[in-house]
């Protein structure tokens, strides 16, 4: 690979000034822009002194994002956490600080925005509660928010699709 032209403390915060990165995000980063293992170990700790990296408000803005009315659930949010390589004990802490019942509020909001546009025909629980799992709710949370669903959710149960 072939070394960059521009320092990697530059590199590192031009990255930074875009968005916040966690430390595992930006080392990867600059691993790709060419700098070595030993650069990046090098810088890491002075970013993280100086307050530039921090794990832990990036999971949390990332947590504040995604539960702000997008209907996500814990799994999901863990796996994306995972993958922008915060460290399991940061991500329990701030799955932990998440108050209230927010999993079954983000539950149903997810339930909602998905049956607005989604036919009620057939097996249409069946394929919420795997809509709903798929964004990373818990069991209890999908049986929670399929019970909130409204009556005109069922229609499709107690009407004749033969009749005019």
């Known amino acids: 690979m072939k070394r960059p032209p ?9 990255l930074l ?3 916040d990165h966690t430390a595992g995000e930006l080392r990867q980063k600059l691993r790709v822009r060419g700098f070595t293992p030993d650069e990046i170990e090098e ?3 002075r970013l993280r ?3 530039l990296v921090d794990d832990r408000r990036t999971a949390r803005l990332l947590l504040e994002r995604e ?3 997008r209907g996500t659930g814990p799994a999901l949010l863990r796996a994306k956490l995972i993958a922008k390589g915060v460290a399991p004990g940061t991500i329990d802490e701030c799955l932990g600080a ?4 927010w999993e079954l509020e983000q539950a149903k909001l997810a339930a909602a925005r998905w049956s607005a546009r989604h036919p009620r025909a057939g097996a249409w629980k069946e ?3 795997r809509h709903l799992r798929s964004r ?9 928010a399929l019970g909130s669903t409204t009556p005109e959710h069922d229609d499709w149960r107690s009407t004749s699709h033969d009749e005019p």
């Not at 521009?6 to 031009?14: D, Q, S, T, Y």
């Not at 998440?98 to 019942?101: E, I, V, Y």
């Not at 990373?136 to 929670?144: D, E, K, L, Y």
């Open 136 to 144: 990373g709710f818990g069991w209890g949370a999908v049986r929670n």
């Open 6 to 14: 521009r320092p990697i403390r530059e590199v590192a915060l031009a």
């Open 43 to 45: 810088i890491l700790p």
């Open 67 to 69: 539960t702000a009315g």
């Open 127 to 129: 394929a919420l509660a």
């Open 98 to 101: 998440l108050t209230g019942d």
């Open 17 to 19: 000034a875009r968005r």
């Open 49 to 51: 002194d100086t307050g």
